[in-house]
């Protein structure tokens, strides 16, 4: 199995930028797919962004397309969520999730383990 820690959260204003950092320890990192969700209290966790085992296929959600960028160090066993031109509706708790399988999913029951979530805060 993984265990994977995020950091790199804050509270920013709108139109400023983050990268949110996932360490990942544990099976070669190499083996998962990553995907990056959010999630507002009392509401379900929502597919952010994904990128493959080798880093070649990634997937936004529209909300976030052009916005942010995913990327991975397999070396490193890190990915990464550039985040920029954030908006007040970007705020939430993100979380990065690891995956098994080969097919980059969106939905987060098909993901095997997750991390605690680092808080994004974005004011207008």
């Known amino acids: 199995q993984v265990q994977l820690v995020e950091s790199g959260g804050g509270s920013v204003q709108a139109g400023d930028s983050l990268t949110l950092s996932c360490a990942a320890s544990g099976r070669p990192f190499s083996t998962y797919v990553i995907g990056w969700f959010r999630q507002d209290p009392g509401k379900e966790r929502e597919f952010v962004a994904v990128?493959?085992?080798?880093?070649?296929?990634?997937y936004y959600a529209d909300s976030v397309e052009g916005r942010f960028t995913i990327s991975r160090d397999n070396d490193k066993s890190m990915a990464y969520l550039q985040m920029t031109d954030l908006k007040p509706e970007d705020t939430a708790v993100y979380y990065c999730?690891?995956?098994?399988?080969?097919?980059?999913?969106?939905?987060?029951?098909?993901?095997?383990?997750w991390g605690q979530g680092t808080q994004v805060t974005v004011s207008s």
């Open positions: 990128i493959s085992w080798t880093g070649t296929t990634t």
């Open positions: 999730g690891a995956d098994r399988t080969v097919r980059v999913n969106t939905r987060a029951s098909d993901y095997d383990y």
